[in-house]
């Protein structure tokens, strides 16, 4: 039943008498605004006056979810709240007025000051009902066709006064019978009622968004966002008259009465006029109504025509000087000069189609080419560019939706920190909003661009429904693996390059999105990047790397720095280089979170090689048993050297070439994830001393250094030699392993002083020694032997120290 409808405003208001009641304004019906054209012998549009009409029935004040078997039965129920109308001694029986239902007064009071926070919906709304009146004709013309008999076209025209602050909305639907304007009109059917003040209610006090946009059937009502007062004037095919309902916007009552001016007579359908409010009228503008039909009712299935000013080019005569307008020729007689003219341009209105553009995801896929993808994309989302890649497909089962997505081929601002309005949601080719925040698709997917049309979605959807409906959850995760199909077949595309410019563009939002979607690890791991020590030049993926693998290689290993360059060259990798064991190379800052986060991939491991407990497979106990008791003093004497800037020394296993290397603890930061933290503008100090990883100092028993190291613990454990070396190793090792001293000008001191030790009269006093022991030598003989004593000189003063 239509009382039962999601938008209806039913529930029958009874008449108590007939009633006079002040002149009713007429609708609005100018000659001026004229239907059909033909042309003039100067081909100047000449308009033929055609009455039209604009809204409809009750299901054109919103019943787009009412059952089509039902449209026929009869308005006759909801009769519990009765409005009562006075009876009044008049001369014009003609004229009925009605008294609104209390809660209507109510109703319209929060419509026009609280409930619409944006008053351009009520377009679309009013174009929405107008629809439903045009469909529901359509469906009942099968079995009843004397309802097409009148031949008027099915679409929806809409004029605009800005002069007068006028717009008008005419439908060709299936127009209301008197009784049906008093049934949808007058009254609220009271389980709306009840659950849109209760809701609203709740909501103002969980302070939320209460723009609900007519959640609660309110649609016809949103006319008064913008009105002072709407006149509905309608014609229903099953009636001979035409009634005229006209209510105002702070008004406790309506009136109806018949329509006898033949001028405003219409075939069949609704003409709705709606005389706006002063700081409403820009709505006038015929430019403004075509915007606004262009963005809400694009898609709609009947054609959208908008009252628009044209015009066309002209040629006309100039006056001229009727003394130079002839000429006398050679032979005496006279000629006429050529007229002169001008082009002017002519203006003129008339129709214009504003819905040209077709739904092409109500299409089949096959049926639709590339260049018509195309062509959507960049006419829908204003584009220049082709897009990477699109993915046409139909959803059906528990969910039915249809939806088009597509990659642009370039970023055009940073998308993650902002707000985007990249998917566009449809309810039956309606808009009704691209305004979310993460309903339809994550914030990480937010540079995917799209459609979405719905069917099982009321019209009007608010944030509080997208939120809390099972729907859209089902459609998320669907949106969202059709989303990733998509990247991944840019990803295995024979073109590389379309990939290259992919992840330059997008790579930050995938990486984004292995921080905060576990659920979608699988489906995100594949599509990473990232350079390694065997492809410097190149990014490879992780199936990639995972090809490559040696047989006894078990984990995914991998290194974070601020550059490849830095990367290549740390100290962590020597022994993996010469295994030829390939090391991923984090460079963005955001890498190495999002790796920490994927935690594995394919049953590896991932697994940093700055950090203590390095194992590469190849342990030998008895040797590294015998290493440790041979450097376990040595060890154990850096370690007193060193205090708490270390949290032990151990013999490494991942060096070769290098005499030392500091590593982060297990759960601690790394060296690269320390340098980005200091680097944070709101970084905390507190939290950064806690979060510094434990330090692990590791020495390599191969290299000359340490051995000599090992020699001075056994001789002279408390030279001060070797325990300033002990001291420039550790330092010299925080930059090596990607740290920052703490005290850099302390570091340099030491190398200062230590550099001066070793160079110690090894040129200058030994160049003075020579110079006073031996002669000059004659002009003209080299000095070969006192070259070489300069050579050998010194290193026997440093071995006699």
Same mark, same amino acid.
């Given at each position: 039943?239509?009382?039962?409808?999601?938008?209806?405003?039913?529930?029958?208001?009874?008449?108590? *008498?007939?009633?006079?009641?002040?002149?009713?304004?007429?609708?609005?019906?100018?000659?001026?605004?004229?239907?059909?054209?033909? &042309?003039?012998?100067?081909?100047?549009?000449?308009?033929?006056?055609?009455?039209?009409?604009?809204?409809?029935?009750?299901?054109?004040?919103?019943?787009?979810?009412?059952?089509?078997?039902?449209?026929?039965?009869? !308005?006759?129920?909801?009769?519990?709240?009765?409005?009562?109308?006075?009876?009044?001694?008049?001369?014009?029986?003609?004229?009925? /007025?009605?008294?609104?239902?209390?809660?209507?007064?109510? %109703?319209?009071?929060?419509? =026009?000051?609280?409930?619409?926070?944006?008053?351009?919906?009520?377009?679309?709304?009013?174009?929405?009902?107008?629809?439903?009146?045009?469909?529901?004709?359509?469906?009942?013309?099968?079995?009843?066709?004397?309802?097409?008999?009148?031949?008027?076209?099915?679409?929806?025209? !809409?004029?605009?006064?800005?002069?007068?602050?006028?717009?008008?909305?005419?439908?060709? *639907?299936?127009?209301?019978?008197?009784?049906?304007?008093?049934?949808?009109? *007058?009254?609220?059917?009271?389980?709306?009622?009840?659950?849109?003040?209760?809701?609203?209610?709740?909501?103002?006090?969980?302070?939320?968004?209460?723009?609900?946009?007519?959640?609660?059937?309110?649609?016809?009502?949103?006319?008064?966002?913008?009105?002072?007062?709407?006149?509905?004037?309608?014609?229903?095919?099953?009636?001979?008259?035409?009634?005229?309902?006209?209510?105002?916007?702070?008004?406790?009552?309506?009136?109806?009465?018949? &329509?006898?001016?033949?001028?405003?007579?219409?075939?069949?359908?609704?003409?709705? $006029?709606?005389?706006?409010? #002063?700081?409403?009228?820009?709505?006038?503008?015929?430019?403004?109504?075509?915007?606004?039909?262009?963005?809400?009712?694009?898609?709609?299935?009947?054609?959208?025509?908008?009252?628009?000013?044209?015009?066309?080019?002209?040629?006309?005569?100039?006056?001229?000087?009727?003394?130079?307008? /002839?000429?006398?020729?050679?032979?005496?007689?006279?000629?006429?000069?050529?007229?002169? $003219?001008?082009?002017?341009?002519?203006?003129?209105?008339?129709?214009?189609?504003?819905?040209? $553009?077709?739904?092409?995801?109500?299409?089949?896929?096959?049926?639709?080419? $590339?260049?018509?993808?195309?062509?959507?994309?960049?006419?829908?989302?204003?584009?220049?560019?082709?897009?990477?890649?699109?993915? #046409?497909?139909?959803?059906?089962?528990? =969910?039915?939706?249809?939806?088009?997505?597509?990659?642009?081929?370039?970023?055009?601002?940073? %998308?993650?920190?902002?707000?985007?309005?990249?998917?566009?949601?449809?309810?039956?080719?309606?808009?009704?909003?691209?305004?979310?925040?993460?309903?339809?698709?994550?914030?990480?997917?937010?540079?995917?661009?799209?459609?979405?049309?719905?069917?099982?979605?009321?019209?009007?959807?608010?944030?509080?429904?997208?939120?809390?409906?099972?729907?859209?959850?089902?459609?998320? /995760?669907?949106?969202?693996?059709?989303?990733?199909?998509?990247?991944?077949? !840019?990803?295995?595309? &024979?073109?590389?390059?379309?990939?290259?410019?992919?992840?330059?563009?997008?790579?930050?939002?995938?990486?984004?999105?292995?921080?905060?979607?576990?659920?979608?690890?699988?489906?995100?791991?594949?599509?990473?990047?990232?350079?390694?020590?065997?492809?410097?030049?190149?990014?490879?993926?992780?199936? &990639?790397?995972?090809?490559?693998?040696?047989?006894?290689?078990?984990?995914?290993?991998?290194?974070?720095?601020?550059?490849?360059?830095?990367?290549?060259?740390?100290?962590?990798?020597?022994?993996?280089?010469?295994?030829?064991?390939?090391?991923?190379?984090?460079?963005?800052?955001?890498?190495?979170?999002?790796?920490?986060?994927?935690?594995?991939?394919?049953?590896?491991?991932?697994?940093?090689?700055?950090?203590?407990?390095?194992?590469?497979?190849?342990?030998?106990?008895?040797?590294?048993?015998?290493?440790?008791?041979?450097?376990?003093?040595?060890?154990?004497?850096?370690?007193?050297?060193?205090?708490?800037?270390?949290?032990?020394?151990?013999?490494? #296993?991942?060096?070769?070439?290098?005499?030392?290397?500091?590593?982060?603890?297990?759960?601690?930061?790394?060296?690269?994830?320390?340098?980005?933290?200091?680097?944070?503008?709101?970084?905390?100090?507190?939290?950064?001393?806690?979060?510094?990883?434990?330090?692990?100092?590791?020495?390599?028993?191969?290299?000359?250094?340490?051995?000599?190291?090992?020699?001075?613990?056994?001789?002279?454990?408390?030279?001060?030699?070797?325990?300033?070396?002990?001291?420039?190793?550790?330092?010299?090792?925080?930059?090596?392993?990607?740290?920052?001293?703490?005290?850099?000008?302390?570091?340099?001191?030491?190398?200062?002083?230590?550099?001066?030790?070793?160079?110690? *009269?090894?040129?200058?006093?030994?160049?003075?020694?020579?110079?006073?022991?031996?002669?000059?030598?004659?002009?003209?003989?080299?000095?070969?032997?006192?070259?070489?004593?300069?050579? =050998?000189?010194?290193?026997?003063?440093?071995?006699?120290?």
């Amino acid at each position: 039943m239509l009382g039962a409808s999601r938008r209806s405003l039913s529930a029958v208001a009874r008449l108590r *008498g007939a009633a006079s009641c002040r002149s009713l304004s007429p609708s609005v019906s100018s000659p001026d605004f004229p239907n059909k054209v033909s &042309e003039s012998e100067h081909g100047v549009p000449q308009f033929q006056k055609r009455p039209f009409s604009l809204l409809s029935v009750p299901s054109s004040f919103g019943f787009h979810k009412f059952p089509q078997s039902k449209l026929r039965e009869s !308005i006759t129920i909801n009769r519990r709240y009765e409005s009562s109308a006075a009876a009044v001694d008049s001369a014009d029986s003609n004229c009925e /007025k009605f008294e609104y239902q209390a809660e209507v007064n109510r %109703l319209m009071d929060l419509i =026009v000051h609280s409930l619409y926070s944006n008053k351009e919906v009520f377009l679309r709304e009013l174009v929405s009902n107008a629809s439903d009146a045009l469909d529901k004709l359509r469906y009942l013309s099968v079995t009843e066709p004397d309802l097409l008999r009148d031949g008027v076209d099915l679409d929806v025209r !809409i004029q605009a006064d800005k002069d007068n602050g006028i717009v008008t909305i005419t439908d060709s *639907g299936i127009g209301m019978t008197k009784q049906e304007l008093v049934d949808s009109l *007058g009254t609220i059917a009271h389980s709306g009622t009840a659950k849109f003040l209760k809701a609203l209610k709740e909501s103002q006090e969980a302070g939320k968004d209460s723009n609900l946009i007519g959640q609660f059937g309110v649609g016809f009502y949103s006319a008064f966002l913008v009105a002072d007062k709407v006149i509905v004037s309608t014609k229903s095919p099953k009636s001979d008259k035409q009634y005229v309902w006209e209510g105002e916007a702070n008004s406790s009552s309506y009136t109806i009465r018949e &329509e006898t001016d033949p001028e405003k007579l219409l075939p069949r359908g609704t003409r709705l $006029t709606l005389f706006l409010k #002063h700081e409403d009228k820009g709505f006038a503008h015929p430019e403004k109504i075509q915007k606004l039909v262009k963005n809400y009712s694009q898609f709609v299935s009947f054609p959208i025509y908008t009252w628009q000013e044209k015009g066309h080019t002209k040629e006309v005569e100039v006056d001229e000087d009727p003394t130079e307008a /002839k000429k006398e020729g050679d032979d005496g007689t006279t000629e006429e000069k050529k007229k002169k $003219t001008k082009t002017v341009i002519e203006k003129y209105w008339d129709w214009e189609l504003t819905n040209e $553009t077709q739904p092409i995801w109500l299409r089949n896929p096959k049926e639709v080419t $590339t260049q018509e993808y195309n062509e959507f994309y960049r006419k829908t989302f204003n584009e220049y560019l082709d897009p990477l890649a699109s993915s #046409h497909f139909t959803t059906e089962g528990e =969910v039915e939706f249809r939806s088009i997505l597509f990659v642009p081929s370039v970023k055009k601002e940073d %998308l993650i920190d902002s707000k985007t309005k990249n998917i566009r949601l449809y309810v039956k080719r309606v808009f009704i909003s691209d305004d979310f925040d993460g309903e339809l698709f994550p914030r990480y997917l937010s540079f995917v661009k799209g459609v979405v049309d719905s069917n099982d979605l009321p019209l009007n959807v608010s944030r509080e429904i997208l939120q809390e409906s099972r729907i859209v959850r089902i459609m998320r /995760k669907r949106l969202v693996r059709k989303a990733f199909d998509m990247i991944l077949g !840019i990803s295995l595309s &024979e073109n590389r390059d379309d990939y290259d410019r992919f992840w330059e563009n997008f790579g930050k939002f995938l990486k984004l999105g292995c921080m905060e979607d576990k659920e979608n690890h699988k489906r995100l791991a594949p599509l990473l990047r990232f350079f390694s020590n065997q492809s410097e030049n190149e990014l490879i993926s992780l199936d &990639e790397y995972v090809e490559n693998m040696k047989p006894e290689q078990k984990d995914i290993y991998y290194v974070a720095a601020d550059s490849v360059t830095s990367a290549k060259n740390a100290p962590f990798l020597e022994r993996l280089t010469e295994k030829e064991y390939e090391v991923l190379f984090l460079v963005d800052p955001m890498d190495e979170v999002a790796i920490q986060n994927l935690k594995s991939y394919k049953e590896k491991n991932f697994v940093d090689i700055s950090k203590e407990d390095l194992d590469l497979g190849d342990k030998n106990e008895e040797k590294e048993k015998e290493i440790k008791q041979e450097f376990s003093k040595t060890c154990d004497w850096i370690k007193k050297r060193l205090g708490d800037k270390v949290a032990r020394v151990d013999i490494s #296993h991942r060096l070769s070439s290098s005499p030392c290397v500091l590593v982060s603890g297990k759960f601690g930061w790394s060296a690269n994830m320390e340098r980005l933290m200091r680097a944070q503008t709101m970084g905390d100090p507190a939290s950064l001393e806690f979060m510094r990883s434990r330090r692990v100092f590791e020495i390599n028993p191969d290299h000359p250094i340490i051995k000599s190291l090992n020699v001075a613990c056994e001789a002279n454990p408390d030279d001060p030699e070797a325990l300033r070396a002990v001291d420039v190793l550790f330092e010299t090792a925080l930059i090596s392993s990607g740290f920052t001293p703490d005290n850099p000008r302390e570091l340099s001191s030491k190398i200062y002083e230590m550099m001066g030790t070793a160079f110690a *009269g090894k040129w200058t006093s030994g160049s003075a020694e020579v110079e006073h022991s031996q002669p000059s030598p004659p002009p003209g003989i080299q000095n070969n032997e006192a070259s070489e004593a300069e050579v =050998v000189e010194p290193v026997q003063v440093e071995q006699q120290k």
